[in-house]
């Protein structure tokens, strides 16, 4: 059973990737080329010499860029079957469909939205090389606690389920988690390094084009896994009912 | 806890996977996969456990999209 849904997890994960993929290069590519433009420009007016490239644009915005996207969304999409086999019967009783759907949402919410919110993608040049290991370890940071506060966040919502009904517990704990957040948020070191005349439009249209990619990826997610899941879910309990019962 | 088993309507029967047979898969995939986002997005930028900048500025374009930190 595992087995089945980590398989379905990593291809649904490849097609997700290859979606990601085509919306990054139409909508993200071009405010990485302007990005770099600025880089270039603000090194030649600084007298830097102009380095030799060790991969070129055209190889970085293709096959890199594939790569990378595809790379990522079979890992994420191999790490959505295993929670979705952690959480499916047992956080909510729905079936495939809505489960996995509201896991993606979620997922969403925890691993791209609220990070982002505190620590937004940035093109090239909109921050000092030399800040990367502090940057890394932040943004790092940040989305651990954002999942560790969504685990606890579901756990407080169930454990109100009883005294508040559905409706009004889930509301709690998703108003426990935006405190809680916030909180974390405004405690959390700020980066601000763009430089001052850096394009506003090519750092919204690039930051624009990064959230729609992480929209992309978990709205496929959770959509295609949760369906193919739906639709074989008679054959797969059956099988799975013969050699893992009892259930617990 | 395993009343889903008795009924016998199906599609009113939330999947559920029991631990002892998620846990294993969950460790060794889990951990791999992981391994594998740490390639994308982090290998010889913050951290490198291979010498050389190829890997970074081979996936340049997509670390910044999504959204890891790089220059």
Not at chain 1, 55 to 79: D, E, K, M
Not at chain 1, 193 to 213: C, I, K, M, N
Request: proline letters at 5%.
């Amino acid at each position: 059973m595992v087995r089945t849904l980590l398989v379905r997890g990593l291809w649904v994960g490849l097609i997700a990737g290859l979606l990601v993929l085509g919306f990054a290069y139409l909508f993200g590519e071009a405010s990485i080329d302007r990005a770099i433009d600025f880089e270039e420009h603000a090194a030649r007016a600084a007298g830097e010499p102009h380095g030799a490239e060790l991969v070129s644009r055209s190889v970085q915005s293709t096959i890199g860029l594939a790569v990378a996207t595809v790379v990522y969304g079979v890992a994420f999409g191999g790490i959505f079957a295993l929670v979705f086999a952690a959480v499916s019967g047992r956080v909510g009783h729905h079936g495939p469909r809505v489960t996995a759907a509201l896991l993606a949402l979620v997922g969403f919410v925890s691993v791209s939205l609220v990070p982002f919110l505190k620590y937004p993608a940035n093109p090239p040049a909109a921050n000092n090389a030399t800040s990367i290991q502090e940057r890394t370890g932040l943004y790092v940071a940040m989305v651990l606690i954002s999942v560790a506060i969504t685990i606890a966040a579901i756990a407080l919502g169930r454990r109100l389920i009883p005294r508040f009904g559905v409706w009004n517990a889930t509301l709690l704990s998703i108003a426990a988690f935006v405190l809680v957040i916030a909180g974390v948020q405004l405690a959390l070191p700020t980066v601000n390094e763009t430089p001052a005349d850096f394009p506003a439009t090519v750092l919204y249209q690039f930051r624009v084009a990064s959230l729609g990619s992480q929209a992309v990826l978990w709205a496929t997610l959770g959509l295609l896994f949760g369906w193919v899941t739906e639709r074989n879910l008679p054959r797969a309990w059956s099988a799975h009912a013969h050699t893992a019962t009892p259930a617990r | 806890m395993s009343q889903a088993i008795a009924s016998p309507t199906l599609a009113a029967i939330p999947l559920r996977v029991p631990v002892r047979e998620l846990l294993p898969w969950a460790i060794f995939s889990g951990m791999l996969l992981l391994m594998l986002l740490y390639f994308v997005g982090a290998e010889q930028g913050a951290t490198a456990m291979f010498s050389g900048s190829y890997l970074h500025e081979f996936l340049h374009d997509g670390r910044h999209l999504l959204g890891f930190p790089c220059h």
